[in-house]
Protein backbone atom coordinates (compact mmCIF):
# COMPACT_ATOMS: atom_id res chain seq x y z
CA UNK A 1 0.00 0.00 0.00
CA UNK A 2 1.50 3.48 -0.95
CA UNK A 3 2.11 5.56 2.03
CA UNK A 4 0.37 8.89 2.53
CA UNK A 5 -3.09 10.32 2.59
CA UNK A 6 -2.97 10.90 -1.82
CA UNK A 7 0.10 7.81 -1.94
CA UNK A 8 -2.17 6.73 -4.59
CA UNK A 9 -1.79 10.21 -6.49
CA UNK A 10 -4.16 11.58 -9.15
CA UNK A 11 -5.88 11.29 -12.35
CA UNK A 12 -7.86 13.02 -14.75
CA UNK A 13 -9.84 11.20 -17.76
CA UNK A 14 -12.40 11.22 -20.28
CA UNK A 15 -11.88 15.08 -21.23
CA UNK A 16 -14.73 16.76 -23.69
CA UNK A 17 -14.35 20.47 -25.53
CA UNK A 18 -15.86 21.61 -21.53
CA UNK A 19 -15.37 19.39 -18.81
CA UNK A 20 -12.92 16.35 -17.40
CA UNK A 21 -13.09 13.47 -14.59
CA UNK A 22 -10.51 14.56 -12.22
CA UNK A 23 -9.73 11.19 -9.31
CA UNK A 24 -7.72 10.61 -6.57
CA UNK A 25 -7.74 8.11 -3.94
CA UNK A 26 -7.60 9.06 0.22
CA UNK A 27 -6.15 6.45 2.23
CA UNK A 28 -7.10 7.59 6.31
CA UNK A 29 -8.30 5.87 9.09
CA UNK A 30 -12.25 6.96 8.97
CA UNK A 31 -14.93 4.40 8.43
CA UNK A 32 -17.42 6.64 7.35
CA UNK A 33 -18.53 8.83 4.43
CA UNK A 34 -15.79 11.52 4.22
CA UNK A 35 -15.58 15.30 1.88
CA UNK A 36 -12.79 15.97 0.43
CA UNK A 37 -11.51 19.37 -1.05
CA UNK A 38 -10.49 19.90 -5.00
CA UNK A 39 -9.68 22.97 -6.97
CA UNK A 40 -8.84 23.29 -10.92
CA UNK A 41 -6.55 26.41 -12.16
CA UNK A 42 -5.35 27.56 -15.10
CA UNK A 43 -1.41 27.93 -13.38
CA UNK A 44 0.63 25.57 -11.14
CA UNK A 45 1.03 28.25 -8.43
CA UNK A 46 -3.09 27.96 -8.36
CA UNK A 47 -3.14 32.03 -8.48
CA UNK A 48 -5.86 31.42 -11.09
CA UNK A 49 -8.65 29.32 -9.79
CA UNK A 50 -11.19 28.28 -12.04
CA UNK A 51 -13.23 25.86 -10.23
CA UNK A 52 -13.61 24.24 -6.86
CA UNK A 53 -15.44 22.34 -4.38
CA UNK A 54 -16.09 19.24 -2.08
CA UNK A 55 -16.34 15.82 -3.33
CA UNK A 56 -17.74 12.68 -0.65
CA UNK A 57 -16.48 9.23 -0.83
CA UNK A 58 -16.74 6.33 1.52
CA UNK A 59 -15.67 2.79 1.79
CA UNK A 60 -18.91 2.00 -0.56
CA UNK A 61 -16.26 3.37 -3.40
CA UNK A 62 -13.07 2.07 -1.58
CA UNK A 63 -12.48 5.94 -0.62
CA UNK A 64 -11.80 6.68 -4.70
CA UNK A 65 -12.98 10.02 -5.46
CA UNK A 66 -14.60 11.51 -9.06
CA UNK A 67 -15.14 14.66 -9.77
CA UNK A 68 -16.94 15.74 -13.21
CA UNK A 69 -15.36 19.72 -13.54
CA UNK A 70 -17.13 21.78 -16.12
CA UNK A 71 -17.41 25.16 -17.51
CA UNK A 72 -14.08 24.81 -18.94
CA UNK A 73 -12.39 26.37 -21.83
CA UNK A 74 -12.00 23.80 -25.35
CA UNK A 75 -8.64 23.44 -26.22
CA UNK A 76 -7.34 24.31 -22.94
CA UNK A 77 -4.42 23.05 -20.05
CA UNK A 78 -5.75 22.82 -16.57
CA UNK A 79 -4.20 22.30 -13.32
CA UNK A 80 -6.29 20.74 -10.57
CA UNK A 81 -5.32 19.28 -6.53
CA UNK A 82 -7.26 17.92 -3.41
CA UNK A 83 -7.17 18.23 -0.03
CA UNK A 84 -7.89 16.30 3.09
CA UNK A 85 -8.16 17.64 6.40
CA UNK A 86 -4.30 19.60 6.45
CA UNK A 87 -2.88 17.62 3.54
CA UNK A 88 -2.73 18.75 0.19
CA UNK A 89 -2.16 15.93 -2.78
CA UNK A 90 0.30 16.21 -6.02
CA UNK A 91 -1.05 18.47 -8.64
CA UNK A 92 -1.92 16.91 -12.13
CA UNK A 93 -2.14 18.69 -14.88
CA UNK A 94 -5.12 17.83 -17.53
CA UNK A 95 -6.66 19.25 -20.76
CA UNK A 96 -9.42 19.55 -22.60
CA UNK A 97 -10.35 18.60 -26.03
CA UNK A 98 -10.87 21.24 -28.98
CA UNK A 99 -13.55 22.33 -31.08
CA UNK A 100 -13.87 22.26 -34.33
CA UNK A 101 -10.41 21.36 -36.98
CA UNK A 102 -7.33 20.94 -35.63
CA UNK A 103 -3.84 20.36 -36.92
CA UNK A 104 -2.67 17.36 -34.66
CA UNK A 105 -3.45 15.29 -31.82
CA UNK A 106 -1.07 13.17 -30.42
CA UNK A 107 -1.83 10.39 -28.40
CA UNK A 108 0.12 7.71 -26.11
CA UNK A 109 -1.77 4.34 -27.25
CA UNK A 110 -1.47 1.85 -24.22
CA UNK A 111 -2.22 -1.60 -23.55
CA UNK A 112 -1.18 -5.10 -21.64
CA UNK A 113 0.14 -3.85 -18.58
CA UNK A 114 1.51 -6.81 -16.98
CA UNK A 115 3.50 -5.77 -14.05
CA UNK A 116 5.85 -8.89 -13.31
CA UNK A 117 7.00 -7.96 -17.22
CA UNK A 118 7.74 -4.41 -15.77
CA UNK A 119 7.80 -2.08 -19.36
CA UNK A 120 6.08 0.00 -17.17
CA UNK A 121 8.90 2.68 -18.03
CA UNK A 122 6.87 3.35 -20.89
CA UNK A 123 4.42 5.60 -18.88
CA UNK A 124 7.21 7.34 -17.40
CA UNK A 125 8.54 8.09 -20.51
CA UNK A 126 5.12 9.67 -22.16
CA UNK A 127 4.38 11.55 -18.72
CA UNK A 128 7.53 13.47 -19.25
CA UNK A 129 7.21 14.17 -22.71
CA UNK A 130 5.12 17.23 -22.37
CA UNK A 131 3.57 16.83 -25.86
CA UNK A 132 0.79 14.48 -25.55
CA UNK A 133 -2.88 15.09 -25.39
CA UNK A 134 -4.44 12.55 -24.13
CA UNK A 135 -3.47 8.92 -22.90
CA UNK A 136 -5.76 5.39 -24.46
CA UNK A 137 -5.85 2.61 -22.27
CA UNK A 138 -7.00 -0.14 -24.96
CA UNK A 139 -7.84 -2.38 -21.58
CA UNK A 140 -5.52 -4.86 -19.33
CA UNK A 141 -4.39 -2.12 -17.32
CA UNK A 142 -4.35 -4.73 -14.66
CA UNK A 143 -4.06 -8.33 -14.91
CA UNK A 144 -6.38 -10.26 -12.91
CA UNK A 145 -4.26 -13.99 -13.09
CA UNK A 146 -1.69 -15.20 -10.26
CA UNK A 147 1.77 -15.54 -11.24
CA UNK A 148 2.17 -18.71 -13.29
CA UNK A 149 4.48 -19.67 -16.65
CA UNK A 150 6.07 -16.75 -18.02
CA UNK A 151 4.85 -14.20 -15.66
CA UNK A 152 5.90 -15.94 -12.61
CA UNK A 153 9.04 -16.23 -14.58
CA UNK A 154 9.31 -12.82 -14.96
CA UNK A 155 8.79 -11.88 -11.93
CA UNK A 156 11.57 -14.12 -10.34
CA UNK A 157 13.87 -12.53 -13.10
CA UNK A 158 12.84 -8.43 -12.33
CA UNK A 159 11.38 -8.93 -8.81
CA UNK A 160 8.17 -7.89 -9.27
CA UNK A 161 5.61 -9.51 -7.64
CA UNK A 162 2.25 -8.06 -6.96
CA UNK A 163 -1.00 -8.07 -4.23
CA UNK A 164 -2.57 -9.82 -3.97
CA UNK A 165 -0.25 -13.10 -4.60
CA UNK A 166 -3.09 -14.36 -6.14
CA UNK A 167 -5.50 -14.73 -8.86
CA UNK A 168 -8.58 -11.86 -8.28
CA UNK A 169 -11.75 -13.12 -7.44
CA UNK A 170 -13.80 -10.93 -5.02
CA UNK A 171 -13.65 -7.12 -5.17
CA UNK A 172 -11.46 -6.75 -2.24
CA UNK A 173 -9.23 -8.71 -4.22
CA UNK A 174 -9.68 -6.59 -7.41
CA UNK A 175 -9.48 -3.37 -5.12
CA UNK A 176 -5.94 -4.53 -3.64
CA UNK A 177 -4.16 -5.01 -7.33
CA UNK A 178 -5.59 -1.55 -8.75
CA UNK A 179 -4.14 0.03 -5.19
CA UNK A 180 -1.01 -1.59 -5.92
CA UNK A 181 -0.60 -0.88 -9.52
CA UNK A 182 -1.03 3.11 -7.92
CA UNK A 183 1.87 2.28 -6.21
CA UNK A 184 4.24 2.19 -8.85
CA UNK A 185 5.58 5.84 -9.86
CA UNK A 186 5.44 5.23 -13.52
CA UNK A 187 2.32 5.08 -13.87
CA UNK A 188 1.39 7.63 -11.34
CA UNK A 189 3.26 10.06 -13.37
CA UNK A 190 1.84 9.65 -16.95
CA UNK A 191 -1.76 9.81 -14.64
CA UNK A 192 -0.23 13.39 -13.52
CA UNK A 193 0.94 14.62 -16.86
CA UNK A 194 -2.37 13.94 -19.27
CA UNK A 195 -5.89 13.21 -19.18
CA UNK A 196 -6.46 9.19 -20.03
CA UNK A 197 -9.24 7.60 -22.06
CA UNK A 198 -9.73 3.94 -20.45
CA UNK A 199 -11.35 0.85 -21.46
CA UNK A 200 -11.17 -2.49 -20.33
CA UNK A 201 -10.47 -5.76 -21.92
CA UNK A 202 -10.62 -9.43 -20.58
CA UNK A 203 -8.08 -9.19 -17.79
CA UNK A 204 -9.55 -6.44 -16.14
CA UNK A 205 -12.16 -8.46 -15.30
CA UNK A 206 -11.42 -12.56 -16.06
CA UNK A 207 -9.32 -14.02 -19.06
CA UNK A 208 -11.11 -15.04 -21.96
CA UNK A 209 -13.96 -13.54 -21.12
CA UNK A 210 -17.25 -12.73 -23.04
CA UNK A 211 -20.83 -11.91 -22.71
CA UNK A 212 -22.08 -15.08 -20.90
CA UNK A 213 -19.12 -16.67 -19.56
CA UNK A 214 -15.27 -16.84 -19.79
CA UNK A 215 -12.43 -19.20 -20.24
CA UNK A 216 -13.18 -20.59 -16.69
CA UNK A 217 -16.78 -19.86 -16.80
CA UNK A 218 -17.66 -21.63 -19.89
CA UNK A 219 -21.80 -21.67 -18.94
CA UNK A 220 -21.36 -18.44 -16.67
CA UNK A 221 -23.41 -18.97 -13.49
CA UNK A 222 -24.02 -16.67 -10.21
CA UNK A 223 -19.91 -17.15 -9.53
CA UNK A 224 -19.32 -15.72 -12.94
CA UNK A 225 -22.05 -13.23 -13.02
CA UNK A 226 -20.36 -12.06 -9.29
CA UNK A 227 -16.88 -12.00 -9.91
CA UNK A 228 -17.53 -10.13 -13.42
CA UNK A 229 -19.31 -7.63 -11.19
CA UNK A 230 -16.73 -6.91 -8.76
CA UNK A 231 -13.94 -6.16 -11.67
CA UNK A 232 -16.54 -3.79 -12.90
CA UNK A 233 -16.99 -2.29 -9.97
CA UNK A 234 -13.10 -2.01 -8.96
CA UNK A 235 -12.25 -0.58 -12.42
CA UNK A 236 -14.49 2.04 -12.43
CA UNK A 237 -13.60 3.04 -8.94
CA UNK A 238 -9.74 3.12 -9.14
CA UNK A 239 -10.00 4.54 -13.00
CA UNK A 240 -11.03 8.54 -14.10
CA UNK A 241 -14.18 7.63 -16.25
CA UNK A 242 -17.04 8.54 -16.73
CA UNK A 243 -20.15 6.42 -16.79
CA UNK A 244 -22.71 6.79 -19.59
CA UNK A 245 -25.54 5.25 -17.59
CA UNK A 246 -24.39 4.62 -14.04
CA UNK A 247 -27.11 2.06 -13.45
CA UNK A 248 -26.02 -0.03 -16.61
CA UNK A 249 -21.83 -0.32 -15.40
CA UNK A 250 -21.31 -3.01 -18.06
CA UNK A 251 -21.78 0.10 -21.18
CA UNK A 252 -18.58 1.83 -20.98
CA UNK A 253 -18.72 2.93 -24.71
CA UNK A 254 -18.55 6.88 -25.20
CA UNK A 255 -17.55 9.26 -27.80
CA UNK A 256 -14.35 12.11 -28.06
CA UNK A 257 -14.63 14.54 -30.80
Given amino acids: EPEGTFGHGVASGDPLADRVILWTRVTQDDSGSIDVGWEMA ?10 SGIAFTSSARDYT ?3 DVGGLQPGSNYHYRFRFRDEMSPTGRTKTLPVGAVDQVRLAVLSCAA ?3 GQFHAYADAGWRGDIDVAIMLGDYIYESDLSGGLEFASRLLGRNWEPDREL ?3 EHYRRRHSFYRGDSDLRLIHAAMPMIAVWDDHDLINGIWRNGATTYPSGGDSFTARRAAA ?3 FQEWLPIRLPDPAAPEKIYRSFD
Fill in 115 to 117: YPV
Fill in 42 to 51: RDALFEDVVA
Fill in 232 to 234: MQA
Fill in 169 to 171: ITL
Fill in 65 to 67: VHV
